[in-house]
């Protein structure tokens, strides 16, 4: 419904892995590196997108949103727009920008250039 009238979707991603995985970011640090160590995750999931949870309700996001709306612009926001495994991820699965914080600006526009260059020769 919204995307019918939305010019833009930017995915909130540390909130969406807060509420989608039930983990508050502040608590993380008491027990995150047990679950990595235990293989509950593969990685931190507030430093990389959860592909697997979180990340399959980004792409449900992007399927429906261009589904509502022919070129409707979608994007992330947060620290995993400056992740480059997230990047990766998110230039898969369709989404058009990231956006982080400014330190992290160098890296993720080299990170999204190699991905675009992947993907396309994918």
Known sequence: EIAQTAQFFSFGTNDLTQTALGISRDDASKFLGEYVAKGVFETDPFVSIDKEGVGQLVRMG???GRAAREGIKLGVCGE????PASIDF?????LDYVSCSPFRVPIARLAAAQAALRHKEA
Do not use: K, N, Q, T
């Open 80 to 83: 995993h727009g400056g992740d």
């Open 90 to 94: 998110f230039d898969e699965a369709g």
């Open 62 to 64: 992007v399927e429906r």
